[in-house]
């Protein structure tokens, strides 16, 4: 898939696609979830109100990640019993997609990693030990998610849910997990808890006082 530029199916206002392996965005005027096919798009479901956010990262918020560009390019939004969190999905600039999330000032820089022998979601435990690409983890927290919303662009198709499940895994060395049980096959990605400041990102939002 391309870029593409057309017009909403819902309301008519100018719609974009700005990144070719997006699957699915939203119309900022009239918060149509909107997916695309070879051939056409298709309103697919409406956002509601998010809820309130108080991360500085947003849509087009740019940044470097093991020496690499990336511009966030879009974010789903869980409800738990802290409050809620981000994912936010980037775009490396090798086009390739990552995910930042982003839960009470902790962030985690993950992409997914294929594997088949994850556990089933009633099978999980906190205290367990897994091995993925010769790291062992343990599993640390297990987190009943409930979905609230997307924004942005999207590299699957992601609007029918309801509640979701999570369970975080560590390292001994740093690394980071998350098994993501959201769709019916469980999902693994990996990567490392990030230091906000590291990552050098720019476009923030801004707040009074800051």
């Known amino acids: 898939m391309t870029?593409?530029?057309?017009?909403?199916?819902?309301?008519?206002?100018?719609?974009?696609f700005k990144w070719p392996s997006s699957v699915q965005t939203v119309c900022t005027y009239c918060k149509s979830i909107v997916v695309r096919t070879d051939v056409d798009l298709e309103k697919v479901g409406t956002v509601s109100d998010l809820?309130?956010?108080?991360?500085?990262?947003?849509?087009?918020?740019?940044?470097?990640?093991?020496?690499?560009?990336f511009t966030v390019a879009g974010?789903?939004?869980?409800?738990?019993?802290?409050?809620?969190?981000?994912?936010?999905?980037?775009?490396?600039?090798?086009?390739?997609?990552?995910?930042?999330?982003?839960?009470?000032?902790?962030?985690?820089f993950t992409r997914a990693t294929p594997h088949k022998d994850l556990p089933a979601a009633n099978a999980v435990q906190a205290g367990q030990h897994y091995t993925w690409d010769g790291i062992p983890f343990t599993v640390s927290v297990i987190t009943n998610a409930k979905?609230?919303?997307?924004?942005?662009?999207l590299p699957f198709q992601y609007w029918d849910k309801t509640t979701a499940t999570f369970a975080d895994c560590q390292s001994a060395r740093g690394d980071f997990a998350t098994i993501d049980y959201s769709d019916d096959e469980p999902a693994l990605y990996r990567?490392?808890?990030?230091?906000?400041?590291?990552?050098?990102?720019k476009n923030l939002r801004t707040f009074e006082g800051w």
């Open 191 to 201: 990567g490392e808890i990030v230091d906000f400041d590291a990552l050098k990102m």
């Open 147 to 153: 979905y609230r919303g997307v924004e942005g662009e």
């Open 51 to 69: 809820p309130p956010d108080s991360s500085p990262i947003q849509i087009a918020t740019e940044g470097i990640y093991q020496n690499k560009a």
């Open 3 to 16: 870029h593409v530029s057309a017009a909403c199916p819902n309301c008519g206002a100018p719609l974009d």
């Open 75 to 108: 974010r789903i939004v869980y409800e738990y019993d802290e409050g809620t969190w981000n994912e936010w999905h980037v775009v490396m600039q090798d086009g390739t997609s990552a995910w930042l999330s982003d839960a009470q000032a902790t962030y985690c």
